[in-house]
């Protein structure tokens, strides 16, 4: 009984997909895998679909192309595009990274802000690039997120963000780690304001961005899937030195211990957004 | 059974405290290493700076150093413990409570190691688990309340990970003192004494004023962690270590950490008056300031602006 048990689904995911509709594809078209259903999808079609398979799996998406699925059409306006950072420790071989990493996912830095329209309602936003050293978080990240959250308070505005991150920054050291605790005290400023702020944690949202600001928003939302934890599972598991069990540290994981609000899919998501930011625009009964 | 270890480990505190710090403090002192630390710390220009910066690394998690708790009992007076997050557990590895600073009474809480294998493995090695940080930061809400200066003591490896830490949010309780501890309407003073351990050593130390030991070390992370990431090779710490840029002087002229305590004469009264005497008159001018809160945040706020370029 026990050898069948690789057949079963491994994850909720799974337990749709294998069922679902085959795909219909051209000949010739460029195709990605999936990891989780392990067929092969043609691009146009996952394009179409926001990156997300058939079987439910959410792919990892550019914040630009982020943006483009939240925000109403050319609503979007770019704040702090000019902040790129230095090598302020001056790293071994973190200039040449970083200017690899900056050609190859054409952004200055792993996080972009600004402001926008969610369904009509104006809000700030930031959204983490996951193909910018995983979103890892350094200066210029946590200055950007930071200023963002005062832009807000002086303008009144709600902040929606989109946490995509490997942790800290360990090219810009002890700066890196000082990030956490500055955001942490604009978040806080920002709610202390009485002002809305909705984080959605994407695949994967770790180390010191789960431990700043990505689990201090009024309402925390995950992305089916996601990885969502603090230490890397790797680490525990060699600290430990136990299995880990199936499932941990996924958003269903965190929901289920009572740390995230909701797990709402990609689809979903700007709709669901956009009447959150509904029901905190007006004024409270008096 | 954790009970009884527990007692024995405060009963042993307490000796500690009372007994005069003599021959207990000699033995803290570092006989040879602390000249031999200070060696290093001179020649840190020197073209073999990489051995000697990870030299440092292995002082400052010398299970020979004084602990938290050493320093809560030497400096202090009449340190009273509490216990409990309130919500989950209490975590031997935080230790806090209310002590007299001269004849102030002030909140105190340290990360505490401990020192034989035995108090060590109860105190999980100074890595504490979310209800660690939760049990923190009642304490400083409880400290607000009643409006007592808070003074922590720092040294950790880093957070806990392990499966019930993350199960209990051990993100969400470090993420929840950050934010907390930013607008706490007391005074906040951070010693980070030996290994400052990135999120987990930070979680107690966003804070008015943070001082380092002359060997303490404050690090995003663990050169060895550092090493196996960037060049999949643990044994390469010794140079993630000098790149890190973790030492004391480092966190200084990074503006990360105001003062650096010397260590040339740790473990005996002499340092624990010291550094009793610096904390009285920081407070004193600490509880002077009305704009306590902003200049708190200013402080974090600038950290790290200065490495970013604006086109």
């Known amino acids: 009984m026990a050898l069948l048990n690789f057949l079963k689904p491994k994850n909720k995911l799974e337990e749709g997909g294998r069922t679902s509709a085959p795909v219909q594809r051209d000949s010739g078209e460029p195709e990605k895998k999936c990891p989780n259903c392990h067929r092969e999808i043609p691009l146009s079609r996952l394009w179409a679909n926001d990156l997300v398979c058939p079987c439910g799996y ?55 802000c600004g402001t926008g329209m969610v369904g009509g309602q104006k809000c700030c936003l930031f959204v983490m690039e996951p193909y910018f050293m995983m979103g890892s978080m350094g200066s210029v990240v946590g200055e950007k997120i930071t200023a963002l959250f005062e832009y807000a308070v002086q303008y009144r505005l709600p902040v929606i963000g989109f946490t995509v991150s490997g942790g800290a920054r360990m090219q810009e050291g002890l700066l890196s780690l000082m990030q956490m605790a500055k955001t942490s005290a604009a978040v806080k400023r920002h709610s202390d304001a009485g002002l809305l702020y909705i984080a959605v944690l994407t695949d994967p949202t770790t180390g010191g961005v789960t431990a700043s600001f990505a689990m201090e928003a009024d309402i925390i939302l995950a992305e089916p899937g996601a990885t969502v934890g603090f230490a890397g599972a790797r680490v525990i598991e060699q600290t430990t030195k136990k299995v880990l069990p199936k499932g941990f540290q996924t958003a269903e994981f965190v929901l289920e211990h009572g740390f995230i609000d909701s797990i709402i899919p990609r689809l979903n998501q700007k709709k669901y957004l956009a009447e959150l930011l509904k029901m905190h625009s007006g004024r409270a009964m008096v | ?149 808070v003074i922590c003591f720092v040294d950790t490896s880093g957070a806990y990970c392990g499966i019930g830490a993350e199960e209990r949010g051990q993100g969400q309780a470090i993420a929840e003192n950050l934010s907390e501890m930013s607008t706490l309407c007391v005074p906040i003073i951070s010693i980070l004494i030996g290994e400052g351990g990135s999120g987990g050593a930070l979680a107690l130390a966003a804070a008015d004023r943070v001082w380092m030991l002359q060997n303490a070390v404050y690090s995003v992370i663990s050169p060895e962690g550092c090493a196996s990431i960037l060049w999949k090779d643990s044994s390469k710490a010794d140079a993630a270590a000098a790149s890190l840029k973790l030492t004391a002087e480092d966190g200084k002229s990074l503006g990360v950490i105001e003062r650096i305590l010397s260590e040339d004469d740790i473990g005996t009264k002499e340092f624990y008056d010291r550094i009793r005497t610096l904390l009285t008159e920081e407070l004193k001018e600490l509880s002077r300031d009305v704009e306590l809160t902003q200049n708190r945040y200013d402080r974090f706020r600038k950290l790290g602006a200065a490495a970013v370029i604006k086109e």
Not at chain 2, 39 to 49: G, L, Q, Y
Not at chain 2, 50 to 78: C, M, Q, W
Not at chain 2, 140 to 145: D, L, P, R, V
């Open chain 1, 58 to 112: 959410h792919f990892r998406m550019k914040a630009r192309q982020r943006i483009q699925m939240i925000t109403d059409r050319g609503s979007f306006r770019e704040l702090y595009s000019n902040m790129k950072a230095e090598n302020p420790l001056n790293f071994p071989g973190y200039d040449r990274k970083i200017e690899t990493v900056r050609a190859a996912s054409s952004e200055k830095e792993a996080v972009v």
């Open chain 2, 1 to 149: 059974m954790s009970q009884a270890v527990y007692k024995r480990t405060d009963k042993r505190a307490d000796e500690h405290a009372y007994k005069r710090t003599g021959e207990r403090a000699d033995e803290h002192a570092y006989k040879r290493t602390d000249e031999r630390a200070y060696e290093h710390a001179n020649k840190r220009t020197d073209a073999r700076a990489y051995k000697h910066v990870y030299e440092r690394v292995k002082l400052a998690r010398d299970s020979k150093r004084p602990t938290g708790l050493d320093y809560i009992k030497n400096i202090f007076n009449g340190f009273i413990e509490f216990h409990g997050d309130r919500r989950y557990a209490d975590d031997p590895a935080v230790a806090g409570g209310i002590a007299k600073l001269g004849n102030v009474p002030v909140t105190v809480i340290a990360i505490e190691k401990g020192h034989t294998a035995k108090e060590r493995t109860y105190r999980n090695f100074g890595m504490p688990k979310p209800e660690g940080y939760r049990k923190a930061l009642r304490l400083m809400k409880q400290a607000e309340k009643f409006g007592r200066p």
